[in-house]
């Protein structure tokens, strides 16, 4: 293999590996508890693009998408968002709140990442085209987080063939960047490089809010 050549593959190896989650415990989740936790946010419809970002190189190191439709979710390709009290099938985070939203961002934005969001506005038939195509997925691959998200953005209707296929988090942000209308935000937080503490903190403000609930009854 030629130098060139090999360099491309190591760097291709570095971006994919980026994705590759911690190993998650199956979950089995029923399709009644999927519509028990379905989120119709009162938004308009819109697609935000979530990519993390390596602090110490500039790195993409994972990528997702949620979707604002009939339901709000978020497609995570292979990722590591996952708790019991967390509706997850098929790689798509179910029942996405405000709180939901602003945990899964935290969980990933940390001392040694931060999370590039970018948020475009859409007509409402390209939100639920989105949101189908999101739903039809299967269990995604390990590191092909990048690959699946631009797949499945690649030929929707209405954004004019803006997104193309890529391997990498940060080609597919510039890409949706040029959306039209298209804002971006970078979101950096200094706590603890383990992010699984703040599913953590989630759990026990669900617990605090359950229990806060029941003593007023």
Same mark, same amino acid.
């Given at each position: 293999?030629?130098?060139?050549?090999?360099?491309?593959?190591?760097?291709?190896?570095?971006?994919?590996?980026?994705?590759?989650?911690?190993?998650?415990?199956?979950?089995?989740?029923?399709?009644?508890?999927?519509?028990?936790?379905?989120?119709?946010?009162?938004?308009?419809?819109?697609?935000? /693009?979530?990519?993390? %970002?390596?602090?110490? #190189? *500039?790195?993409?190191?994972? $990528?997702?998408?949620?979707?604002?439709?009939?339901?709000?979710?978020?497609?995570?390709?292979?990722?590591?968002?996952?708790?019991?009290?967390?509706?997850?099938?098929?790689?798509?985070?179910?029942?996405?709140?405000?709180?939901?939203?602003?945990?899964?961002?935290?969980?990933?934005?940390?001392?040694?990442?931060?999370?590039?969001?970018?948020?475009?506005?859409?007509?409402?038939?390209?939100?639920?085209?989105?949101?189908?195509?999101?739903?039809?997925?299967?269990?995604?691959?390990?590191?092909?987080?990048?690959?699946?998200?631009?797949? /499945?953005?690649?030929? %929707?209707?209405?954004? #004019? *063939?803006?997104?193309?296929? $890529?391997?990498?988090?940060?080609?597919?942000?510039?890409?949706?960047?040029?959306?039209?209308?298209?804002?971006?935000?970078?979101?950096?937080?200094?706590?603890?490089?383990?992010?699984?503490?703040?599913?953590?903190?989630?759990?026990?403000?669900?617990?605090?809010?359950?229990?806060?609930?029941?003593?007023?009854?």
């Amino acid at each position: 293999m030629t130098m060139p050549r090999l360099a491309l593959a190591l760097a291709v190896m570095v971006g994919l590996s980026a994705c590759a989650p911690v190993p998650e415990p199956t979950q089995t989740v029923t399709d009644a508890e999927l519509r028990e936790k379905i989120y119709r946010h009162d938004g308009p419809p819109a697609l935000t /693009l979530f990519t993390m %970002v390596n602090n110490s #190189n *500039g790195s993409g190191a994972h $990528t997702s998408l949620m979707v604002n439709g009939s339901q709000r979710v978020i497609f995570d390709p292979a990722g590591s968002f996952r708790h019991p009290r967390i509706a997850t099938k098929n790689d798509v985070i179910y029942g996405v709140t405000p709180v939901m939203e602003d945990t899964y961002t935290r969980f990933h934005a940390r001392e040694t990442f931060h999370v590039i969001v970018q948020h475009v506005e859409v007509p409402p038939q390209v939100a639920e085209d989105v949101l189908a195509r999101v739903l039809a997925q299967g269990p995604i691959p390990r590191a092909q987080c990048a690959r699946s998200t631009s797949d /499945l953005l690649s030929d %929707v209707p209405g954004l #004019n *063939g803006a997104i193309r296929s $890529t391997w990498f988090p940060n080609q597919l942000a510039e890409q949706f960047g040029q959306l039209p209308g298209a804002t971006t935000q970078r979101l950096y937080e200094y706590d603890d490089a383990d992010r699984f503490k703040a599913l953590e903190a989630f759990d026990a403000e669900r617990v605090k809010a359950s229990q806060a609930a029941a003593a007023a009854e």
